[in-house]
């Protein structure tokens, strides 16, 4: 499985981004695609994820200011980015699982900075 991502930058806070990923190869169906985000020094936090059916789970941090969703026809996933703030920075990464778990995939990850 390949993993493409897009739609990083420079922004201000309040402002919005919007992370696109698109997924290419071999395609389990049953799978749960999503974003994480690692900041310097920081460990890699899952933001948000999205199940084959639709099941969502946010970061408590970036509710109600993300949102995420997914074409499954596509195999595709977007994270729509609202409010952000300067804690929002980091590199974003695409994820790709299957509902049995591991292996995981990995995007070659986008840079996302909120300047104050």
């Known amino acids: 499985v390949q993993l493409q991502a897009s739609g990083g930058g420079l922004v201000q806070a309040g402002g919005s981004l919007r992370l696109s990923c698109a997924a290419s190869g071999s395609i389990f169906s049953r799978n749960v695609m999503g974003w994480y985000r690692q900041a310097p020094g920081k460990q890699r936090d899952r933001v948000a994820s999205i199940s084959y059916s639709g099941v969502i789970t946010y970061l408590d941090s970036v509710k109600g200011r993300f949102t995420v969703s997914r074409d499954n026809t596509k195999n595709t996933v977007h994270l729509q980015m609202n409010s952000l703030e300067p804690e929002d920075t980091g590199v974003y990464y695409c994820?790709?699982?299957?509902?049995?778990?591991?292996?995981?995939?990995w995007g070659q990850g986008t840079q996302v900075t909120v300047s104050s």
């Open positions: 994820n790709y699982k299957t509902i049995f778990g591991s292996p995981d995939y």
